[in-house]
């Protein structure tokens, strides 16, 4: 495969921060192994973890080998970066079901089976840690990096000098110690050179590159890219409800898509160009044309498209955005009854909802009774009356009259009906 230049190919994205000089050139003279560290603190990674993921995948597509590495050993630790106090510690129960959560996601983006040379590879520094007794890993990894060498990075400075009364203990300061190990295992036993990160990492990351120096008199480098943040100052990859997951069972779909397609202009600039794989030309060609007409929001929806397919499937893909114009299109009972429970209750999160016996349901209720008296989403039987005079009320999508008697047939997923008066008025009715 020919080597493609991956540095380059980062800085039109604007994934790089901060690069180890000679980087590009050690990279175009051959296939080369790098590694970025994935932290399995959940059994799923979210999409503030898709920036490394990129990073990988876009490493592989460039022609070289990637290293993707699962702290189940620092996963047990946890990294002062960024971080204000110190991190529960996960039992290896915990960690090795995380893992293969990780696992699971990262072969949606990385090539782990072809046989190609530079086909991708899962570590665990658990595996090699594990061998150490803490007196041979101060002896033989300790002695070479000194405490003011440590003290220095500014993860310990800040934790040092923040207003944590509890400081940084001595298992948190040893992190970089062992993430930096991380580095000459790899070097040693993959021929690993590069190891990449955010840009919060460097600190660590350098800590390895300046192990691997000293312990094998062996050159590593170094690249970071920059933290992701949003226009409007609020944290990437937090929704309402918390992390966006790359898990379905833990984000649908739905849910996932709608994140990308709700971000504001000025960020589906730079996320088309982080988390997607279309090139330089079509990128532009699609930001000139949605500028031209910002309205229709063309960026969003190629955004949304390409990375819901790449996360969860094309299928996915087409029920997410099925769903999304049941809520804001044209949409038929039909188009309802597609949805399967989980993204129903997503789509019309919210809305109001009121039981009734599956059994009434069955021996059919008048459509006035099932707007009023037995749900209270009209307040009388006289104003369900005017309101379907007026011809504004659905019921799963479909107008209807007075006469109208909701039956089993209507029941969507065996359990929901939908009703709704107008355009954006909307209540449930859930089969018990």
Known sequence: MKLKNFVEELQWRGMVHDVMPETEEHLMEKMRSAYVGFDPTADSLHIGN??????????????????????????????????????????????????????????????????????????NNYDWIKEFSFLD??????????????????????????????????????????????????????DCTLQMGGSDQWGNI???????????????????????????????????GGNVWLDANKTSPYKFYQYWLNTSDEDAEKYIKVFTFLDKTTIESIIVEHREAPHMRLLQKRLAQEVTTTVHSAEELEKAVKASEILFGKSTSEDLKTLDEKTFLDVFEGVPQAEISKEEIVEGINIIGALAEKTGFLKSNGEARRALKENSISVNKEKVTDDFTLSKNDLINGQ????QRGRRNYFIIVAQ
């Not at 702290?71 to 915990?94: C, F, H």
């Not at 948190?172 to 110690?177: A, D, S």
């Open 137 to 190: 890993f101060i002896r033989n990894v300790g002695k070479h990096i000194t405490v003011n060498y440590m003290m220095a990075k500014d993860s310990v400075k800040t934790r040092l000098s923040g207003d944590s009364a509890d400081g940084l203990s001595f298992t948190e300061f040893t992190y970089q110690l062992i993430q930096g190990y991380d580095f000459v295992h790899l070097n040693r036993s993959l």
């Open 206 to 240: 350098t800590t390895g590159t300046e192990l691997l120096r000293r312990m094998d008199s062996t050159k590593g480098y170094a690249l970071t890219c920059p933290l992701i943040t949003k226009s409007d100052g609020t944290k990437f990859g937090k929704s309402e």
């Open 50 to 123: 898709l920036v490394p993921i990129m990073l990988l995948s876009f490493y592989q597509r460039c022609g070289h080998r990637p290293v993707a590495l699962v702290g189940g050993a620092t996963g047990m630790i946890g990294d002062p970066s960024m971080k204000s106090s110190e991190r529960n510690l996960l039992d290896e129960e915990t960690l090795k079901k995380n893992q293969d959560g990780v696992r699971n996601q990262l072969s949606q983006f990385l090539d782990f089976s072809s046989g190609a040379e530079n086909q991708a590879v899962l570590v």
């Open 416 to 419: 929901f009906i939908l009703l």
